[in-house]
């Protein structure tokens, strides 16, 4: 008897449990979906996220390598020791060390450390056969700032198009780009110097080797990134360390010609500017803080200053310090500038989507006029025609004591050299190389922003692209900004797909070396046009000639 009521109790309760289930699936509750993984390293446990109808699983603070610190810092990072329970990966973990950046457009949601190299990961599936695209992303900073917590790199809004969505962290300022003789003469057959790229590649192998596991494709990789995050797409194209690592680009602000940002850096010789090479760089700051010695003791004591004292008073606005180097080309990693490689045809041969925005540097006028006139005087010094390239641009400056606002355009200029000019010069490379690519430009000036500003400025097309438009400009987000934002993700999603960006009912022409069309994203939505700033371009170009 007391079996017979036991067998009706399990009886009853599989009854329960799979109405309940049946009741899941109806109301897209996702109490059946895993949210443990096994990983090379071992297990790791996710939340759920987002809605219940649409759920999506969010993987936060997967180490991908072992804490940079100690012995470590300053080596190439080294494989994460295997763990025994399940890790907690819930949370953001530690940003990399760095001095945030006053009223940076994308601030960090968690504490900086120098224990910092993780991921996140966002997925809508992880059981089942099929596999999805992965998108990589590659934040921004000036290679000093900058993380994968920040609310506006949420990727939420990619696994709910369709997408495996993965960010990380890179060491960044004097931990992720340092040179010094005795760090030469530690490993002289070991890259050297560009420790941020480094971990980039660790995160890709990592995606490689484990995206499986979250329900992505590791053959269906588009890396992607904005600003230093672009350069850095840039210099995987044409790294042989990260060959076949991924399998689509996305460069977003990345510029591309030799000194578009800042200029060419050796490791251990001078450039032809006569800039130092990054080991005497490393040896000044050593100078700076009382180390003497270029041997291994210099070393030692170079590994055991406080993390504080490396970083110094480094970030986006003191990037330019003679004790520091930023990217080195070191023979390994990065072989050659960005412009050599492209020109050579040197990069991956895989489809691109590459572009800018209209005014990138439109800020500077205002935060620093008179630097930004000098911009503008130093750059007409250099034009073979002054009349010629004035021309070019006065249609879009205003005038101002009966010549063209010189602080207007020197940030116009400024942002032509940095990033739109560079970015059609990749697009030609590419595409002379037979590599299907697209070419873009965002012109959207935000609903809450119109009048305040002339132009879409550096980074402020990332929310429109990620969907995280809220997280940036709260209830001011308007219906209009919305709709941009549906189509660009939409462009950026479908380019992850598919490896073009088109939309359903809009084709995007490729960029081709005899039809350069351009793709602009603004108050109409998108429009597919003749690049209505290529004069200002052409004289740009000439200037890098």
Known sequence: MLYQNAKRVVILLCLIFSLLACDAKKTGVAIAEPLVVQTESGLVKGKLV??????????????????????LRWQPPQAVSTWQDTRDTTHFSNDCLQIPFPGDAAPLGEPVSEDCLYLNVWTPKIQGDTKLPVMVW?????????????????????AESGVVFVSFNYRLGRFGFFAHPALSEENPDSPLGNYGFMDQIAALKWVKNNIKQFGGDENNVTLFGESAGGRSVNVMMLSPQAKGLFHKAIMQSGGGRSNSIGSVV??????????PSAEQVGVTFAKSVGIESEGQSALAELRALPAEKVLSDLNMATMNSPTYSGPIIDGKVVVEDDETGFKAGHQVAIPIFIGSNDFEWGFLKDFNAIGAAMIAEKTLAEATNQET???????????KDEQLDRAF??????????FLEPARFIARQTSANGQATWFYRFTYVPTSLEGKVDGAYHASEIPFVFGTGEARYADAFS??????????????????????????????????PNDEK????????????????????????????
């Open 409 to 418: 355009l020197g940030s116009m200029i400024f942002g032509d050299r940095s």
């Open 518 to 545: 351009l793709i602009e994203f603004n108050s109409h939505g998108v429009v597919i046009k003749n690049d209505p700033l290529a004069g200002r371009l052409d004289q740009i170009s000439r200037l890098a000639q």
């Open 50 to 71: 987002g809605t219940k109808a649409q759920p999506i699983t969010a993987f936060l603070g997967i180490p991908y390598a072992q804490a940079p610190v100690a012995e």
């Open 266 to 275: 050796y490791l251990d010789k001078p450039n032809k500017e006569g800039k």
């Open 479 to 512: 219906e209009a900004d919305k709709q941009l934002s549906e189509v660009m993700h939409e462009a950026w999603v479908n380019f992850a797909k598919a490896g073009n960006p088109s939309l359903e009912k809009t084709r995007f022409p490729q960029f081709k």
């Open 389 to 399: 390239f004035l021309a070019a641009y006065q249609p879009f400056v205003p005038m």
């Open 138 to 158: 590659i934040h921004g900073g000036g290679f000093v700032n900058g993380g994968g917590s920040p609310a506006v790199y949420n990727g939420q809004k990619f």
